[in-house]
């Protein structure tokens, strides 16, 4: 496969990332204090406030789809993408969310770039009941490239230790259901970006913002015993559902079980191979969730958990 096809190629290794997190995980786990519960690298951080309740927490940022919303004058969907991506993460710990605090650093500053981001992460934050309650603005000449900007947030909620999900009892036999994305949401825009070149671009098929889980979950933990979640960001499915899951079990996939927006037949077109779909995208499906066979009724299932 040509290099240019490839997140590699383009310039992002996802073995990069995972070896950071790893190089890391010695040095911040000297940090923990008795409140901290669970393990680094989670998809948000739990601490405790008391007997009963648990903070979750977590940070991220759009990435490089800024660039090209940027070209399209869709900058409000990235502020979305921000609030539904941080909101996601801190729901798979069974949490609902608290607020949000978000971070634009760019060259110069523009008003209505800005205005944009916050407004987009604004939407969302109103849909979800978090409060966006402050934020840092910065003007970094020499850091970034002139035009581009940076949207970073960080999302905290209140869990009761009753109602976490730890993934602890997740079990063979469980059944994986999935949950559709609206597309590529916010993950693998560097090679997205690689293939659109200079190239006009169809901003409905590649920008569509992140979907937010938050309602679909809560109604799907009403029903069902929920035992873990994933969300489905940077590495794709399987780079994401195994975080979410105990030792000496794994998932297994029925990759024809759902059919895949449009997008990522046109990433398929651009010669990007089902490999690296599968390891990059999302492909379709934007959360997982994993319960037992009894209650996956007529949900949409994707697959079934086995012995290692």
Partial sequence: M???RTYAGAGVSLATAAGVVERLRAAVSTTAT?????AFGGFAGLYALDESRLLAASTDGVGSKLVLARRAGRLRWCGADLAAHCINDVLTTGAEPL???DYVAANAIELEQVAELVEGAVEVCREA????IGGETAELPGIYREEELDFVGTCVGIVDRRDLIDGSRVEPGDVVLGLPSAGIHANGFTLVRRLVGDDDFDAEL???PTRLYLDEVRALRARADVRALAHVTGGGIMGNLPRALPAGIRAELDWSAWERPPVFHWLAEQGVEEEELRRVFNCGIGMCAVVPASDAGDEFAIGRIVAA
Avoid at 129 to 132: D, K, S, V
């Fill in 34 to 38: 008795p409140a901290v519960v669970g």
């Fill in 129 to 132: 009941g978090c409060a966006l």
């Fill in 99 to 101: 607020f949000l605090l």
């Fill in 206 to 208: 590649l920008l569509p």
């Fill in 2 to 4: 040509s290099g240019e």
